[in-house]
């Protein structure tokens, strides 16, 4: 009697377990997660891990941890962020449900979300003004940024940065020291030694049309050029789109400030 008592009890405060939508996580993963971890769980790329037959628990419980900040990673940190509870065990239990993915096997890039409507702003050097530079030191590269007449005016005025705004960068390879350190020039930044690619993020009319809001920048795109001034090819628009998301308070621009400030 006491043992059947007990059990009584322990039934009557565990908490009881809601069953996961996994059509409903399919959905959302067709939407937003597809655009990293693929539809069914086989990543775009061998930087992103694959989530198929994943344990729902630990997807689960990474995802909580994402959405806290106990687990630091800018991308994910803005995408768990926009999760309810309901949505995490349905996203887990959708993954779980895929079979594992083959060695060396990718899903492709989904085209919504890797289209983008940012061209090469030719001429930059003459016509937009120079507004920052940083040093990246994981990378040993130092980077020159650029934004236009558009850009800087509404940055200085205190407003949004309007339709037709373009920031851009110069992305360059430090030059290195004989212990294979960057050489710092006498403005604190590193010397630059040889281009190596360009970025650049734009805004134009109804260009965040077609992304998932979870990802959209209202109408901002971004691309990544090669030194002949081509789309650098295989970029996935969707890692700028998430890392730029929680700027929505300051144009999505993380350099909005140094812009304003800008001679």
Same mark, same amino acid.
């Given at each position: 009697?006491?043992?059947?008592?007990?059990?009584?009890?322990?039934?009557? =405060?565990?908490?009881?377990?809601?069953?996961?939508?996994?059509?409903?996580?399919?959905?959302?993963?067709?939407?937003?997660?597809?655009?990293?971890?693929?539809?069914?769980?086989?990543?775009?790329?061998?930087?992103?891990?694959?989530?198929?037959?994943?344990?729902?628990?630990?997807?689960?419980?990474?995802?909580?941890?994402?959405? !806290?900040?106990?687990?630091? %990673?800018? =991308?994910?940190?803005?995408?768990?962020?926009?999760?309810?509870?309901?949505?995490?065990? %349905?996203?887990?239990?959708?993954?779980?449900?895929?079979?594992?993915?083959?060695?060396?096997?990718?899903?492709?890039?989904?085209?919504?979300?890797?289209?983008?409507?940012?061209?090469?702003? /030719?001429?930059?050097?003459?016509?937009?003004?120079?507004?920052?530079?940083?040093?990246?030191?994981?990378?040993?590269?130092?980077?020159?940024?650029?934004?236009?007449?558009?850009?800087?005016?509404?940055?200085?005025?205190?407003?949004?940065?309007?339709? !037709?705004?373009?920031?851009?960068?110069?992305?360059?390879?430090?030059?290195?020291?004989?212990?294979?350190?960057?050489?710092?020039?006498? !403005?604190?930044?590193?010397?630059?030694?040889?281009? =190596?690619?360009?970025?650049?993020?734009?805004?134009?009319?109804? &260009?965040?049309?077609? =992304? @998932? /809001?979870?990802?959209?920048?209202?109408? &901002? %795109?971004?691309?990544?050029?090669?030194?002949?001034?081509?789309?650098? @090819?295989?970029?996935?628009?969707?890692?700028?789109?998430?890392?730029?998301?929680?700027?929505?308070?300051?144009?999505?621009?993380?350099?909005?400030?140094?812009?304003?400030?800008?001679?």
């Amino acid at each position: 009697m006491k043992i059947v008592l007990g059990l009584s009890i322990v039934l009557a =405060i565990a908490p009881v377990a809601q069953a996961a939508d996994v059509e409903a996580g399919k959905a959302k993963v067709a939407t937003v997660c597809a655009a990293c971890h693929g539809a069914a769980g086989v990543s775009v790329s061998d930087a992103i891990p694959n989530l198929a037959a994943q344990r729902p628990g630990y997807i689960e419980a990474q995802l909580k941890a994402l959405k !806290d900040g106990t687990r630091k %990673n800018a =991308i994910m940190n803005a995408i768990a962020a926009q999760l309810s509870a309901e949505d995490m065990a %349905n996203v887990a239990a959708y993954f779980a449900a895929q079979t594992g993915a083959a060695t060396g096997a990718k899903s492709a890039l989904l085209p919504n979300v890797v289209k983008t409507s940012v061209t090469f702003p /030719e001429g930059y050097k003459d016509t937009f003004t120079k507004y920052h530079t940083i040093n990246f030191p994981a990378t040993k590269q130092v980077r020159y940024y650029y934004a236009n007449k558009a850009a800087v005016t509404s940055a200085k005025a205190g407003k949004p940065l309007p339709e !037709d705004s373009v920031l851009f960068a110069e992305v360059y390879a430090a030059k290195l020291d004989a212990e294979n350190k960057p050489v710092m020039g006498g !403005d604190g930044f590193y010397v630059a030694e040889k281009l =190596i690619l360009y970025t650049a993020m734009a805004r134009g009319a109804g &260009w965040g049309r077609d =992304i @998932p /809001e979870m990802l959209r920048n209202g109408d &901002w %795109n971004y691309a990544v050029f090669t030194t002949d001034k081509q789309h650098r @090819p295989g970029v996935n628009q969707a890692e700028c789109l998430a890392c730029h998301k929680p700027l929505d308070k300051t144009s999505y621009t993380f350099t909005l400030k140094q812009l304003a400030d800008a001679k």
